[in-house]
């Protein structure tokens, strides 16, 4: 622990970062944070970060917008099975026997169900 208390120790004595700290919240507004000596030579640190942060945001977005297009895909296909459902049921509807005849009699067609069973050939 003492290693750690050592590390601190010469951060808080450190004129860098007693430099950071005497700044102000104008100094920010103003910019001038940017002048600092710490700042300076943390530079490409602070541009690495802030364009990492970029590409995650980025990245982000792009995942949701995948996954809202794959739930509208979803939802697409399953009222296109919905409405395959409802036509198959009403094509098996139409084409009972009993609907075929009352069809065939609408029509005027003389066509009568035979009476015999049909022969099976081997």
Known sequence: MSFFKNIVEKMRQSE?????????FRDILNG???TKKF????????LLLVTISIVYIDNRFASEKQIE????????IQDAKYESL????????????????N???SKGMKLKTGKTPPIVIE
Not at 39 to 46: A, E, K
Not at 69 to 76: A, E, N, Q
Request: proline residues 0%.
């Open 16 to 24: 860098v970062l007693s430099d950071i700290r005497s700044s102000s």
């Open 32 to 34: 001038n944070i940017f």
């Open 39 to 46: 700042i300076r030579r943390q530079f490409w640190l602070i």
């Open 69 to 76: 297009y794959s739930l509208s895909l979803k939802r697409k």
């Open 86 to 101: 409802t036509i198959s049921a009403e094509l098996m509807k139409i084409s009972t026997q009993t609907n075929i005849q």
């Open 103 to 105: 069809l065939l009699e």
